[in-house]
């Protein structure tokens, strides 16, 4: 199957800091990544959206110098939380569409951000 | 703007019935329809997808889609405790973005 690995699986930094998510397709190429943070009980709430090689595309109310992409790769895409703030803390998912099946989405595990 | 609805629950059956998740959207140039299923402090897993009106099945899930009633469901017969997990839908347009619409999730609790 399509494996897509999210590093941290859990991190707790301090206000101000920087945080560095990374999301990689294991098993495929991916040409679009996604990322999305999830509050306890809500919905995914679609941060952006990033292709290889391109800049990300943001949704409306997502900081863009605040939370930065890099896709750098077909398999690779970074989402960096800068000068964390506590209300930063959130669950942060990456997802990866499969190159080849050109809709399906697969899901990265997850990184749940703790900023104190 | 495109909406995807569901029934936040909780849904609780019992062991062994079946387990009806349902799902409306609001984009009639959906094209592509999901069923993820979430596990408390997990991030959602694929389960099913279905492109085609009808009648899609994979083990103990069905997918049902009527694109003239803008409404995708998915049946899980004879319900385990291990499927209680929140169930969320996802719709996507035709053409090469696919960015998904998610659905708020269908809470389910199976109990014994």
């Known amino acids: 199957g399509a494996v897509v690995s999210q590093h941290p699986s859990r991190v707790i930094c301090k206000s101000g800091t920087s945080v560095k998510i990374e999301c990689r397709s294991l098993d495929f190429q991916a040409t679009t990544m996604f990322w999305y943070r999830q509050f306890p009980k809500q919905s995914l709430m679609l941060m952006a959206t990033s292709n290889e090689g391109s800049k990300a595309t943001y949704e409306q109310g997502v900081e863009k110098d605040k939370f930065l992409i890099n896709h750098a790769s077909l398999t690779l895409s970074t989402l960096t939380v800068t000068s964390a703030h506590p209300e930063d803390s959130s669950f942060y998912i990456c997802?990866?569409?499969?190159?080849?099946?050109?809709?399906?989405?697969?899901f990265g595990q997850g990184t749940r951000l703790t900023v104190v | 703007q495109k909406e995807v609805e569901q029934n936040s629950g909780p849904l609780s059956v019992p062991e062994g019935a079946i387990a009806s998740l349902n799902c409306t959207y609001s984009?009639?140039?959906?094209?592509?329809f999901f069923w993820y299923r979430q596990y408390s402090g997990k991030s959602p897993e694929l389960i099913m997808s279905i492109y085609s009106n009808g009648d899609k099945e994979d083990g103990r899930f069905t997918a049902q889609l009527n694109k003239a009633s803008q409404y995708v469901s998915l049946l899980i017969r004879d319900s385990q405790p291990s499927d209680s997990a929140t169930y969320l839908c996802a719709v996507s347009s035709s053409g090469g973005s696919y960015i998904p619409t998610f659905g708020r999730g269908t809470s389910l609790i199976v109990h014994p």
């Open positions: 984009d009639r140039g959906s094209q592509s």
């Open positions: 997802s990866a569409r499969h190159i080849a099946l050109n809709t399906e989405a697969f």
